[in-house]
């Protein structure tokens, strides 16, 4: 009898400690109330108050004269940054196409499926679109000549090498 006590004591204990252990693992909930929306600064209650609030207004860029389009310097900025970014620039006033090495083909003769401005053409050794013709095709290597210029595109990589 004495030893059922005993382990009915030890049970408690232990049942005891995992309930205090256990509340302090579980993870505390905090609830986040929203801000209310900030209140305009002016409220405008009439047609003079908005044509005041208009005249007031210093707009952070005034030489802009269409409010969504950049301007002309910011504009040629971000081409040049594009067709830096994407190898698309002119040589010798000739301009250069993006291209990607899709795949190969053999019909009649082995092709070099590429991928030029977003468009499909699949070209044999000698053949030529705009501005790149087909030099020599040893899968999965093409070596091309793009205005004038050399460049060898790899499967996969599609780097220039």
Known sequence: MQNLKTIRNLACVVTSLLVVLMSGCSEEVVVKRMKPAPQAAVELQSVEDITDALAQFDPPFPERTVLFEPDKKMRSEAGNTARRATGNTTVDNQSVPEIELVGFGTV????????IDGR???LRVGEQHRNVRVLRIEPPRVKLSVAGRVREKTLLSNQDG
């Open 108 to 115: 009649d003769a082995e092709h070099a499926l590429l991928m």
């Open 120 to 122: 499909m053409e699949a």
